[in-house]
């Protein structure tokens, strides 16, 4: 991975862009979440305990009435005569006067009086007064030990149908003697307890009435499929957290002063695994989106900072190729157009200094050949040679002539001072050094040249030619009889065209691709194509210079192009 | 390398941490129980008569019950399978016989009100602490039967006038069919070996056997049988349903299967576990098991006028129970 991304530029730039982006994206996004959710949780805690505050007063005001209710029962004579009474019009009243005190709590409650052995004696409930209450048990046990107060207990089934009923109330009669007159009893059902908290809660959420042992007393639709009393009570009784993790419910517990009831509410928490997914979503989508923006910011910022280094690259390929013109003329003015510029001054450093030493060289070439002039008189080496030619002629052997007469030109022409010579002068060297070599190889070559007459005054620098026909001899005609070399001179459009054809076994390819390169070192063998050609460079410049290629039919094409330069 | 990428992944999910858990310890602790004021009772009652019992124990006390229900068998063999190391304290329920035969499960425990209690089915070494007795009766519909022609004995069931006609549960599959099958070989025992009582029964039941003591009262009460042999208690709960049927102490006088309660061993909330124990034998327990649960009280004094007891050998039962039952199987497999 390390390696893969180690290896271009653009993936490490994207790698880098990619962290910047997404830490502080996922970091932030985060915190956003966490802040968010716990802001939430906090107005939703204070808006459920504002409700829960709500539905407590609701109920504790029903009970506090109720108690003020059952006071004025107990304390109104009429009606706890009534319990013993067996007169039905006394009876009557008593009823009357029952219905008159509870009128406002009827709608919650149901009132009965019973008699001091638990046997119901006046209710306000719709079924006729009758059932059982065991004084010796339960509610009426403990009212008739804690008079002074109203005892509130979960209702069970002893004694009475037990249909809907929910909560019990209850609180001894006594007289001056502390005898046990009867108990008022109030009875609370699920529909007494719909009608107390209609209104005073949200319907979405569960309510639940327990008692002190967090038994349901109460539970609205919700709580009950919930079955929040029952979790709630099994968690405490084995002694686990009471909101687990696992919750799909989070609920909020409140004890009710005096009445050792607990409120619990129960609510589907705020932030629901659709909201939570939800922000994961968003932020994915988030993600992607700066992961593509990274994706093109790394591309281009890449290419912006890889383009000039590779144009440097380029420029820097072709100076190793030996060519110093190379300009790259970056119109920026950052510092890789600082960098440009400083090399476009360095390559034409080089090439003024390069150009330099080799005007030194031909000075040193110059003087060398003035020594080698003032040593050896070249009079002396003509005189002699042409002494050879006229002997040879006195006694018949014209090869000797030839070979003598052709090598006092050549010699003539190698050491004189001009450098350039008539392209006529230059022809007719190149003729001699041919006549040479045909005694020398047994005539086994031709060949013919082309000169048109309006070029002979043409300037050429010396010795250009014969190179090139020396190799076709020695190396193209090698293994050939009869081979024909063909000088061809013509101009087109201001240039001249010196072209060398040979019927011979044409050049090897890698000479030739080493020829185009220009490649000194390998070039061994036919170095003189090479001096040729960096001779007319040097001279001309690199739009001249020396090519070379097979013929289709054979053999090889030497073509030496030149500026037409006349005296 | 890989230290620098979970430092770095730390700290991208700690935002994350942050967003989980939010509980209040307060609450928690506000909340906690002490453990000496729970209690852990495994009974085999139904609800209606653990229900009042557990609340009342509740509300008195303070202690808070958690009760773990099922049937007698089964919860026996998970107190001998949790052998002292169950969350179990009290084993409220089932036949003094089964509590008999789990004796090693459970911790000897003498009421200290066992003065007060009939001691005709006390445990001598404090195995059990008796509850309740539910004594057996002959249930007749009557609208089938008229109360000058009902059966008045034990003597009566095998009378081939009822050929076919007494509804009674396979004493192979129900505690309280095989206590009236054996109250019936005890007291008939005077004048016929218990297999001739057995081939005369079986013979008069004409090879009618219910699964269960429950569906004696439904095949009376629907009339498919005229009469039938049960527990007093269910009798009674359905005639206050108004179920139109009529009850028989047999004149030799019942049996009664008694029911009784007893510490399991190693219990983790002991004491309250015993406080329970006393409590289920108290005068107001007892009261009601009489005023509103059609059971019979343990108590002394509350001796019952309307029949006879007849006592009821646990050790005969226990000694005898394979060789009878397998006599029953032969008798009514023919």
Redesign the interface.
């Known amino acids: 991975m390390k390696a893969v991304i180690r290896k271009s530029f653009k993936r490490e730039l994207f790698l880098c862009f990619i962290v910047v982006a997404l830490v502080p994206l996922v970091i932030t996004g985060c915190f956003l979440v966490s802040v968010l959710k716990a802001r939430l949780s906090r107005d939703y805690e204070e808006k459920t305990q504002e409700q829960m505050v709500s539905v407590e007063n609701r109920m504790t005001g029903v009970f506090d009435e109720m108690e003020q209710v059952a006071e004025e029962i107990m304390s109104d004579t009429v009606i706890v005569d009534g319990i013993t009474q067996t007169d039905s019009w006394l009876k009557n009243k008593a009823y009357n006067k029952l219905y008159e005190k509870t009128q406002d709590l009827r709608e919650v409650a149901w009132f009965h009086v019973y008699d001091a052995q638990g046997r119901c004696s006046l209710s306000t409930s719709p079924q006729a007064a009758a059932g059982e209450l065991p004084a010796y048990w339960g509610i009426l046990k403990v009212a008739r030990t804690h008079s002074q107060e109203m005892i509130l207990r979960r209702a069970s089934w002893e004694g009475q149908t037990t249909d809907g009923l929910c909560l019990q109330g209850a609180r001894a009669i006594l007289d001056e003697d502390e005898e046990c007159l009867g108990f008022v009893v109030v009875d609370m059902t699920e529909t007494h307890f719909e009608t107390i908290l209609s209104g005073a809660y949200d319907e979405q959420n569960g309510i639940a009435v327990l008692d002190s042992f967090w038994e349901d007393v109460y539970s609205t639709k919700m709580a009950k499929e919930a079955a929040l009393a029952q979790t709630l009570r099994t968690r405490r009784m084995a002694g686990e957290d009471l909101r687990q993790v696992t919750d799909g419910i989070t609920f909020f517990i409140a004890p009710m002063e005096q009445t050792g009831l607990y409120l619990i509410l129960g609510k589907e928490p705020v932030f629901t695994q659709d909201v939570t997914s939800m922000t994961i979503g968003v932020m994915m989508i988030m993600a992607v989106c700066s992961l593509l923006l990274c994706i093109v910011a790394a591309g281009v910022m890449s290419n912006y900072l890889t383009a000039p280094v590779k144009k440097l690259l380029r420029a820097m390929a072709r100076v190793e190729g030996g060519d110093l013109e190379v300009q790259i003329e970056s119109g920026r003015k950052d510092e890789f157009g600082q960098l440009s510029t400083s090399f476009d001054g360095m390559t034409r450093q080089i090439k003024e200094n390069l150009d330099l030493q080799m005007r030194q060289q031909k000075e040193l070439n110059d003087s060398n050949i003035a020594m080698m002039q003032a040593q050896l008189n070249p009079h002396f080496l003509y005189n002699t040679l042409d002494t050879i030619k006229w002997v040879a002629k006195a006694h018949h052997v014209p090869e000797l002539a030839t070979l003598a007469s052709g090598l006092a030109r050549i010699l003539r022409t190698s050491i004189s001072e001009a450098q350039f010579i008539s392209l006529s002068e230059e022809v007719s060297l190149v003729c001699a050094y041919m006549d040479i070599q045909k005694i020398r190889f047994d005539g086994n070559f031709s060949y013919d040249v082309e000169l048109p007459l309006e070029l002979e005054e043409c300037m050429v620098p010396k010795m250009i030619i014969q190179p090139i026909v020396e190799n076709a001899i020695i190396h193209g005609l090698k293994e050939r009889e009869n081979g024909h070399i063909f000088l061809n001179i013509y101009e087109e459009e201001e240039t001249l065209f010196i072209e060398v054809y040979d019927d011979g076994c044409g050049m090897d390819e890698t000479i030739l691709g080493l020829l185009k390169k220009r490649n000194r070192e390998e070039l061994k063998g036919h170095i003189g194509f090479y001096n040729v050609d960096t001779i007319i460079r040097l001279h001309y410049g690199t739009q001249y210079g020396l090519y070379a290629e097979n013929q289709e039919q054979g053999g090889a094409r030497v073509r030496i192009t030149l500026p037409i330069i006349r005296e | 390398m890989k230290k620098r990428m979970l430092r770095a992944a730390a700290?991208?999910l700690s935002?994350?941490l942050?967003?989980g858990?939010?509980?209040?310890g307060q609450?928690?602790e506000e909340?906690?129980?002490e453990e000496n004021n729970?209690l852990v009772i495994y009974t085999s009652h139904k609800e209606?008569v653990y229900?009042?019992i557990v609340?009342?124990f509740?509300?008195r006390t303070g202690i808070?019950?958690?009760v773990v229900t099922g049937g007698t068998n089964d919860l026996l063999e998970r107190i001998e399978e949790e052998d002292g190391k169950g969350s179990g304290d009290v084993m409220f329920g089932g036949g003094v016989d089964s509590l008999n035969a789990y004796r090693d499960c459970f911790d000897p425990y003498i009421s200290s009100q066992g003065e007060q209690l009939n001691d005709a089915y006390a445990s001598a070494d404090g195995v059990y602490t008796v509850f309740s007795k539910l004594p057996i009766v002959i249930v007749y519909n009557k609208k089938l039967v008229i109360s000058a022609g009902t059966p008045r004995s034990w003597r009566d069931l095998i009378n081939s006038h009822w050929k076919g006609n007494i509804a009674f549960a396979d004493p192979d599959r129900s505690g309280s069919s095989y206590t009236a099958l054996l109250a019936m070989i005890q007291i008939l025992s005077e004048d016929m070996s218990k297999e001739e009582v057995m081939d005369a029964f079986v013979a008069n039941l004409d090879g009618d056997l219910l699964s269960g003591s429950g569906e004696v009262l439904q095949e009376v009460t629907a009339g498919k049988k005229l009469i039938g042999i049960t527990l007093e208690e269910t009798v009674l709960k359905e005639i206050d349903q108004n179920a139109d049927i009529g009850m028989i102490y047999p004149r030799e006088g019942t049996a009664s299967v008694p029911d009784g309660t007893a510490l399991i061993k190693n219990a983790p909330h002991r004491e309250n576990a015993e406080l329970f124990i006393e409590f289920t034998v108290s005068?107001?327990v007892q009261?009601?098991l009489e005023?509103?649960l059609y059971r019979r009280s343990v108590r002394k004094g509350a001796e019952d006028a309307e029949f006879k007891e007849v006592h009821y050998d646990l050790d005969y039962s226990e000694q005898y129970r394979e060789e009878i039952l397998a006599e029953w199987r032969a008798l009514t497999k023919q």
Do not use: F, H, M
């Open positions: 700290c991208l935002p994350l942050i967003l858990g939010c509980t209040d609450a928690q909340y906690r129980l729970k209606e229900g009042p609340k009342e509740e509300e808070w019950v958690e005068e107001d009261r009601l005023d509103q």
